[in-house]
């Protein structure tokens, strides 16, 4: 016995195609939570992360102790909020004594966990700590520069996961056509030691340069932190292989009315539709109408000037 | 699989255009800077080369000019990251779509409005006022295969009845497949109205909550030591009756005023010799129906009089009084008769 359920309001219907699975993704959104006990600094930490990822973040304020990332039983309560808020990256804190100031940093593919990343925060200091001039803020929502320094990210394996996490975590929406005026952002993140990676943001400033390209020049404004690598979980293979899968591309929407010839080349078909004459209206400052009414008005006035004379000839 | 610059200015770093990343992967601190300021200082450094190595492949890509400034179209990220969702599967075909495809049958496009011999106007193809409605024949002629007592008008109507059903029946067919496959369409959801009917026709019937507590007290204290030593859920009441159901006498006792199977059998013997003897009045139950008669009758006198008469009821006690003189009377005077 089974019931077809068809949404009956348009918002709802429209709401459950946007969480549907795409062919081509677009942005992730992220689910800022925290566990049982969280410190000051840890504190501060998520609500940065939650404000430079505006658009796209859920921030869940009350503590939750029964997620535990690492344990098996304990990621159903996370997957079950990522299913109903539709976000598929997570960054979860806690505080403990063996753990102090931890992060964990997550990724689901069909909200079940993929791979995590657990980062320990140290030296943080936040926006307000910083002074800039205010006006070369970046802007909400802006698309970010993302810069790796170091060789860390190239020889170490968690470094390297750490790397592809936050490459996720802060790229934003992935676009087609970007507004060069508006870039105004960048993350760099350097690799210290073989554990330790230095991450900041900073607001960029364009400098007149001889060439097109302008200089850039960086003023740290946001958080900046040291992330320590604790522990983390790669996904396993047959996941990996699937998630990584792209649709081949698709085949090219047919071009309507344009075929390529081998001698002449590209030819395309224009379509004109009848004119009809007789409806178009005429613009205004039409050298014929401008006529007629002068032609009318000197007719006005003959007429005029010679009933006057008739009077004053009588 | 990232992509390398190998242009003139021959920088070592990987650039992804599509991501706005850049990665230098040969920079290490080979001593730890001293002060922090200084860590941050060369973070920096590093980090301005970099997305300046970004900056010179962006800005030189073609741009158009737009209200805001000018619009790059930026080139497809080399970088792979992980789908958060899996790949959309294709809809399996339907069974008509099938059989159409077989037969050759193709798609006609269909006109909102149809002329309408009728009424010779053009009317909507389906929806309200429609062409070809079942409500609009006036007459349907007899044919010689009809019954007699056949009425044709509800017969179409649930010829058509029977048409939708089975439409519904299909779709919800072709809509189970597609759910087997994992295609099903992303504003459809396939609820389970009841549980599937196993074995016998008979529906399962809605338990109350004190069956659900008697069968689960029942499952609960069969276990070995009766249910004792189990771990109590948060919130569990404890059993309603607890020990023995039934208490039976002990087989050998000592006879005396105590004697209790002396007590059960003259309790028994005097309950059925008392039914059927007219001496022993029982005084509470001649005392209840005395009162439930008078307030009785005291109802109906209200109900007839209305409840505006306040002076009357001064003088009705008084009539009661007399009526409870004369109604003792015959109650017990029957008694003392009978004896």
Known sequence: ?314 | MEMEMEMETQNPFQVDVGNLLAFNPFHNFSSLPASRDELVKECLEEGTKLIQAVADSLFNLPSTEDVDGPLVKLPPPTTKLPREKHLPKPKPPTKWEEFAKKKGIKKRKKDKVVWDEQTGTWKRRFGYDRVNDDKDIPIIEAKMTNEPGEDPFAKRQDDKKKRVEKQEKNRLQNLKQAAKLGALPSHVQLAATALPITGTHAPPKKVTKDELGNVAGMAATSTASGGKFDRKLPGEKPAKKQGKHRTFLPVVEGSGIGSREKEQTENVLNKLISKHSHEILNVGKAVTMYNVKKEKKARNRRNQEGKSSSTSNKLKPKKQLHKKAAKKGPESSKKRKAK
């Open chain 1, 1 to 314: 016995m089974m019931r077809i359920k068809t949404p009956k309001n348009g918002r709802v219907r429209r709401e459950l195609e946007k969480r549907a699975p795409k062919l081509v993704e677009t942005g992730k959104k992220t689910l800022i939570l925290q566990g049982t006990k969280t410190s000051g600094t840890l504190n501060g930490v998520l609500s940065e992360i939650y404000h430079l990822k505006k658009g796209g973040a859920v921030r869940f304020t009350r503590k939750n102790d029964n997620i535990r990332p690492f344990e098996s039983g304990g990621e159903t309560s996370l997957e079950f909020f990522s299913l109903k808020t539709d976000c598929s990256l997570f960054v979860y804190g806690s505080h403990s004594k063996k753990r102090p100031n931890n992060l964990v940093i997550g990724r689901m593919y069909d909200h079940h966990v993929y791979d995590l990343v657990e980062v320990g925060v140290e030296n943080f200091k936040s926006i307000e700590s910083f002074n800039y001039d205010k006006k070369m803020a970046p802007r909400v929502g802006s698309k970010p520069f993302i810069a790796f320094v170091g060789e860390g990210f190239e020889n170490v394996d968690e470094l390297k996961h750490l790397k592809e996490v936050l490459l996720d975590l802060l790229r934003g929406e992935v676009v087609e056509n970007i507004n060069l005026a508006g870039v105004d952002r960048a993350y760099v993140c350097t690799a210290i030691s073989s554990n330790k990676v230095y991450l900041t943001h900073c607001a960029l400033r364009l400098k007149k340069s001889g060439t097109v390209v302008p200089r850039m020049e960086l003023v740290e404004v946001g958080p900046s932190m040291d992330l320590v690598v604790r522990r983390h979980r790669l996904p396993n293979e047959g996941l990996r292989k699937e998630a990584m899968r792209t649709a081949k591309d698709q085949p090219k929407k047919k071009i309507k009315n344009v075929s390529s010839d081998a001698i002449e080349g590209t030819i395309g078909k224009i379509y004109i539709p009848d004119q009809k004459v007789g409806d178009v209206a005429l613009p205004n400052k039409a050298k014929g109408v401008k006529r007629e009414r002068r032609e009318a008005k000197k007719k006005e006035a003959n007429e005029r000037a010679s009933k006057k004379q008739r009077v004053e000839s009588e």
